[in-house]
């Protein structure tokens, strides 16, 4: 059989094998991803199991209470509610001032299984969307990896974000907040980004700008989005990478996404107005100038490029300055210069800290600490530096949007806290790709050097997959050498000649991958260790899932020798006001429990987290500031009947008011001067003891809190302070204590009644004035000349 048989013979085979090992390879790849789900959903169900199925955390709370709103009225209904319950007597526009995506995902689905007779309840709706969300997050960073790096890539990250514990935080099963879909909706807008980077396909265009509209519905953190890609494209003109695949990756997405994200109601105008989208459009305008440049380029001669060039150029320098001017016309008219509170935040981690205390006293807003990275990516945090490496080797467009997505989140997940959740499925993608090119690495070694294998066998699916190519090529090379033989002679010879060089070409490949083969016993070593590293981040992972983030905050357990003892307060406090006090009553506390007071108590709020309105949460904090009488003439004049203040002196529930006080002061003293930070410090130091200052011992926060504390043990220990309290016996004289829950951790007081409190004193004066007027009167009398 002659040379030209023989592999046109072999190409069947090598076609049929690599046929069947695709075939293979993506039913597994299904398989694995089916149980990568599977994990995704079931870690996150500890919190369900250990106690209940119950909404978590404060935020939770409102977009629970707001789905129960849409599920019963409707969609026009929703977006018209003026809530009158909240922010009281301002009330709040809920359609307008709300990211919808998640409540419209919630009751979608609760409204697709009541259509398919499944009657499940509104909450447990709630209490499952996060776990579901992210196996579909899993999924996407499959498809997000294996565009960048291929499948083995893409499982290993999509496995490493099912259990990532920084993820899990915010997506344990009653975790009912925004990031639980805005995750999923970050990384599969990424992917498609990715992929018509790739294809050049115009529809995955339109998706990615479908893809974006819903995560600008879901999560205020789209303008991480829509500055990250901006930058990759700048990235890719400027290092020569321009090309028409990528006009259409980001064209589309700016015209089309900012057009959908306007329709978004709290968005509205803010996407054209804003200084978070302003880079957006002068990377476009930059894009379209090189597009231009191009074209020209491709149409005429050197000579006259030049010159159309130095036109082209000189325009489009023009009309970018044209566009900054009316940008810094814009952004100098602001007093924050275009950039919301937040977003300077980020760009300047001390501005919140200078000018916005209201963001700066949330926790989740402060800087993350060493051992916080170790907690919530855990080994990610040292693999990420090798698959930083890895993208290099070599790089694309897909590897360096990768290598630009790590390094933008670091910086950002260094400056928040709450960010760690944006860096997490970066190091995954990055430590995935680690992971696989390591494992690759040691495997081929292992299989290079293992006795028994004949040189034939030693040719991995990579090279399978080539020499399947190249049989091809050269079947089809050889039917056209065998048409034209008898007109071209020459072209046999020279056919066989290059079959002769490609052949040692062949071995010469195999030679080189042998020669960076590492040692045996290594490559068993480092894969047994990779194996150990996996193993221990599993373990964290579960324990993380099980024990630091399945726990609600509304219910709250404690470990000691005789059991586990479980605090219920919240929910006892609540319930009291629910069924103690009327539908119309006021209830005032700090901002962090408005939304919980108005899901679960029902009960009209002054402040709540939204936090829009500073002044009126300062005067919360002035009232919590003050001496007794005053605060209660702040409150009288807010309509309120009833205070909630938290309190964990007596179990050591560190969360408290008193901890959070300083915030009330210095929020109170950004808007009203006479509250001064200061004069609640003794030496520069915050105490509560019987060296606290004067001011401290007699504001309305230290009295409705120790509050007839010393009652509890006879000396009014503080046992989150670890210290007795200064003033241990004092009265309430405008404010009446009405509940305090078991564990003392929620105290609720009453506001005195003015009648009450003013009747003495009009008596008083009425009798002094009827004693004077009397006396002046007998006075009169005597002197009188006529009697």
């Known amino acids: 059989m002659s040379a030209p048989e023989a592999s046109s013979a072999a190409v069947p085979t090598l076609m049929t094998n690599n046929t069947l090992r695709n075939a293979f390879g993506g039913v597994l790849s299904f398989f694995i991803l089916l149980l990568i789900a599977v994990l995704a959903f079931s870690i996150r169900l500890f919190s369900v199991i250990k106690y209940e199925s119950v909404i978590h955390e404060f935020d939770p709370y409102f977009n629970y209470r707001v789905t129960q709103f849409l599920t019963k009225n409707g969609i026009y209904e ?94 344990v099963a009653g975790s009912y907040d925004n990031e639980a879909v805005a995750i999923f909706a970050l990384i599969f807008t990424f992917y498609l980004y990715i992929k018509t980077l790739n294809t050049g396909s115009l529809f995955y265009a339109t998706l990615n700008s479908i893809a974006y509209f819903y995560m600008v519905c879901s999560w205020g953190g789209y ?95 023009a009309v970018c300055c044209a566009v900054i001017a009316v940008l810094i016309a814009l952004v100098a008219s ?28 949330v926790s989740e807003h402060q800087p993350p600490t060493w051992p916080s990275y170790f907690m919530d990516i855990n080994v990610l945090a040292f693999l990420v530096p090798a698959g930083i490496i890895a993208c290099f080797l070599p790089l694309s467009d897909a590897s360096s949007f990768v290598v630009l997505y790590i390094a933008t989140s670091v910086y950002f997940s260094g400056v928040m806290v709450r960010l760690m959740l944006v860096l997490a499925p970066a190091a995954c993608i990055t430590s995935g790709i680690a992971l696989s090119q390591a494992f690759d690495v040691f495997t081929r070694s292992i299989k290079f050097q293992l006795p028994g294998l004949s040189s034939n066998t030693e040719v991995d699916a990579g090279e399978t997959s080539s020499a399947t190519k ?183 529930y560190p969360s408290d008011d008193i901890n959070k006080f300083l915030w009330m002061v210095r929020i109170g003293g950004g808007v009203f001067p006479h509250i001064k930070e200061p004069d609640y410090l003794r030496d520069g130091q915050y105490r509560i003891d019987s060296q606290a200052t004067p001011t401290m011992l007699n504001c309305l926060m230290y009295k409705l809190s120790y509050y007839r504390f010393v009652e509890t043990d006879g000396k009014g220990f503080d046992r989150v302070r670890r210290t007795e309290i200064g003033k241990k016996y004092f009265k309430l004289t405008h404010f009446e204590e009405v509940f305090t829950t078991h564990h003392w951790m929620v105290r609720i007081y009453k506001l005195k009644p003015q009648k009450n409190r003013i009747r003495g004193k009009t008596k008083k004066s009425k009798s002094k004035t009827s004693s004077t007027s009397s006396s002046k009167r007998s006075g009169t009398r005597k002197k009188n000349p006529w009697h």
């Open 78 to 171: 929703f977006w018209n509610w003026f809530d009158d319950r909240t922010w009281y007597p301002l009330g709040r526009v809920i359609g307008g001032t709300v990211y919808p995506g998640l409540t419209l995902t919630a009751g979608t689905i609760w409204w697709l299984l009541n259509s398919l007779n499944i009657p499940l309840s509104v909450e447990t709706v709630c209490v499952f969307t996060a776990p579901i969300f992210s196996a579909f997050a899993s999924w996407a960073t499959y498809l997000l990896t294996k565009e960048v790096k291929g499948a083995g890539a893409g499982l290993t990250a999509a496995v490493l974000l099912a259990m990532v514990p920084s993820y899990i935080s915010r997506s």
């Open 223 to 317: 303008t991480f989005i829509i500055n990250l890609i901006p930058m990759h494209v700048l990235l890719c003109i400027v290092t020569g990478r321009y090309s028409s695949r990528l006009y259409i990756a980001y064209a589309p997405l700016v015209v089309l996404g900012t057009l959908l994200a306007a329709l978004v109601p709290v968005v509205g105008f803010n996407a054209v107005m804003t200084s978070e989208h302003f880079a957006s459009f002068l990377v476009f305008i930059i894009i379209h100038v090189v597009a231009l440049v191009y074209y020209i380029k491709g149409i005429l001669s050197p000579k006259m490029f030049k010159v159309a060039v130095t036109l082209v150029i000189s325009a489009g320098l």
């Open 334 to 361: 602001s007093p924050t210069k275009g950039w919301s509170g937040r977003s300077l935040s980020l760009l300047d981690p001390t501005y919140a800290s200078k000018y916005i205390p209201i963001i700066a006293s």
């Open 470 to 652: 190249e049989a091809q090529n050269d079947a089809v090379k050889t039917e056209k050498a065998e048409e034209t033989s008898k007109d071209r002679p020459s072209r046999k010879s020279k056919k066989k000649e290059r079959e002769h060089v490609e052949k040692p070409s062949t071995k010469t490949k195999a030679e080189k991958k042998r020669l960076l083969a590492l040692p045996l016993e290594a490559s068993v070593i480092s894969l047994l260790l990779l194996v150990f590293l996996g193993a221990f981040y599993v373990v964290h992972c579960v324990w993380a899932a099980a024990e630091a983030y399945s726990a609600p905050s509304i219910v709250l357990t404690s470990h000691s020798h005789d059991g586990l003892h479980v605090f219920d307060d919240f929910r006892e406090a609540y319930a009291w006001l629910r069924h103690n006090t009327d539908v119309d009553d006021k209830v005032a506390s700090w901002w962090d429990y408005g939304y919980q007071t108005t899901a679960m108590a029902n009960r009209t709020v002054i402040v709540d987290n939204n936090t829009w309105n500073n002044t009126h949460i300062a005067t919360v904090g002035t009232a919590m500031s003050s001496p007794e009488k005053a605060a209660w003439e702040i409150f009288h004049s807010l309509d309120v009947k009833y205070v909630l203040v938290v309190f964990g002196g007596l179990v050591g």
